[in-house]
């Protein structure tokens, strides 16, 4: 199966302070079991193909003819970048203090694996933005971690925002 490309490229990143990385299988099996959409996605690579090996690089097809959702474990350089990015965000703080930026800003030095989600923003289903959705907690939960929306903000484990950029 070839993939159709993504041509409105949204990145979204949870960054992970446990050290422990998920698996790929458990992903996959928490996307199967949770019911987004009407006929089940298929993988690349498959459950098969992967067995229980931390996660790689995943691409999560729910229709054929739309651009899936590819995840990918980024590297020590990706992780250094993102951090520097949430943190500069972070820091361009509102005039009156606000606790959670603040224990957000003194947790974020402890993250230690990056988990990078791309979507095209333009074909995406309301079934696989609830999928993104609930996976992006689901990871940022287990592994404590922080959720990045590239051009958005940045938001706790329940989705709930921490901050958010101000329209421009």
Not at 44 to 62: K, T
Not at 135 to 142: P, Q, S
Not at 161 to 166: D, Q
Request: proline share 7%; with cysteine; hydrophobic share 40%.
């Amino acid at each position: 199966m070839s993939l159709v490309p993504i041509t409105d490229e949204r990145l979204f990143f949870v960054l992970l302070r446990s050290d422990e990385f998920p698996l790929a299988r458990e992903i996959v099996e928490f996307v199967e079991e949770g019911v987004y959409f009407e006929e089940d996605p298929e993988f690349m690579p498959s459950l098969d193909e992967l067995g229980d090996v931390p996660l790689e690089q995943l691409a999560i097809v729910f229709d054929a003819d739309r651009p899936p959702v590819i995840i990918t474990r980024c590297n020590a350089a990706e992780l250094e970048q993102t951090l520097r990015e949430v943190k500069t965000l972070l820091e361009t703080m509102p005039d009156e203090p606000n606790e959670r930026i603040n224990t957000a800003l003194e947790t974020l030095p402890g993250s230690r694996h990056l988990v990078r989600f791309s979507v095209d923003a333009e074909t995406l289903t309301e079934e696989a933005w609830a999928m993104l959705d609930s996976l992006e907690a689901h990871l940022a939960r287990t592994y404590r971690g922080l959720i990045y929306a590239q051009g958005d903000g940045v938001f706790d484990a329940d989705l709930q925002p921490i901050h958010r950029r101000r329209p421009k």
